[in-house]
């Protein structure tokens, strides 16, 4: 997609929203923001921010219902998965938060693993996470971080460069073992 996502998607967007907020007797509101570029580059192009009175809605149980809103806006756009990283939804500034949040750990993780020369594991998370801690983590020099595991488990893993792709030893039943902070 070429040109900005909002003058591509936003009546779309709009088209969707809206109805689903009326109908679901949602007491909430949206605003399109197209944020200034990140300096990595990676930020979002377009962010639908929600708020009113149930806000809570959205952001309980880890913002579940934030997320599936999020997906059938892909879907209904037809965003690919390689595209999803263009739009996000957000909820009082929560998804920003919990950027930085991110940032911060790979920070740690990174300055962990550089002095102690362990892999560190992260928790599971899910893509859009992981992709968030990758950016921050690919331009520290002398690590190197993979993504290991499959579904509701896949995490991120952070080595020392040039260390085996799975590295980490192995524990009872053969499960990796990695140093957390």
Known sequence: MAGSLEAQVGAKLREFLDPVLREGDFRLHY????????????????????????SDLLLADDGELLRGLEHLAFETLRLGPQEHHRLVFDCQGRRQ?????????????????????????????NSRDRRTVHVAL????????GSEGEGR????????????????????????????L
């Open 153 to 180: 488990d896949r995490h991120i893993v952070v080595r020392p460069a040039g260390a085996a792709g799975s590295a980490g030893s192995a524990g009872p039943g053969g499960r990796k073992e990695y140093r957390r």
């Open 31 to 54: 605003r399109l923001i197209s944020p200034e570029p990140e300096p990595d580059g990676e930020g979002p192009e377009l962010i639908v921010d929600l708020g009113g009175p149930d």
């Open 97 to 125: 938060l919990r950027v930085q949040e991110l940032r911060t750990l790979a920070r740690m993780a990174a300055e962990r693993v550089r002095s102690n020369g362990v892999p560190y594991a992260f928790a599971p998370m």
């Open 138 to 145: 690919r331009n520290e020099a002398g690590l190197a971080s």
